[in-house]
């Protein structure tokens, strides 16, 4: 079984993860490490192995989304729904927002 979720990029995360900004993931419903439901920290590890195509520091310090990154979960701030412990669900939208930019 799996556990579909969408994931969205911007602010230019997207060219990172070859200009896409949509992606639909199938995640399994069983992390192998901890025999639990996925979280949002295996989601963002899942990202940095498959999918991100350069420059991994941009998206990824200390096994977490680096500063200046806002996560949404289902539209909120992922903060409030206990960061990289929350456990994924069906259909769950989760969105990573870049909040740093040249100037």
Do not use: C
């Amino acid at each position: 079984m799996t556990i579909p979720v969408k994931v969205e990029f911007s602010g230019g995360l997207e060219l990172l993860f070859a200009n896409q900004r949509l992606h639909s993931i199938d995640l399994p419903d069983l992390d192998q490490s901890t025999l639990k439901a996925p979280t949002l920290q295996y989601l963002i590890n899942y990202l940095r192995d498959n999918l991100l195509r350069e420059r991994v520091e941009l998206f990824v310090e200390n096994e977490t989304v680096r500063p200046g990154i806002l996560v949404l979960i289902n539209d909120t701030d992922w903060e409030l729904e206990g960061e990289g412990e929350y456990e994924l669900k069906k259909n769950d939208e989760i969105v990573f927002i870049s909040t740093l930019h040249g100037g």
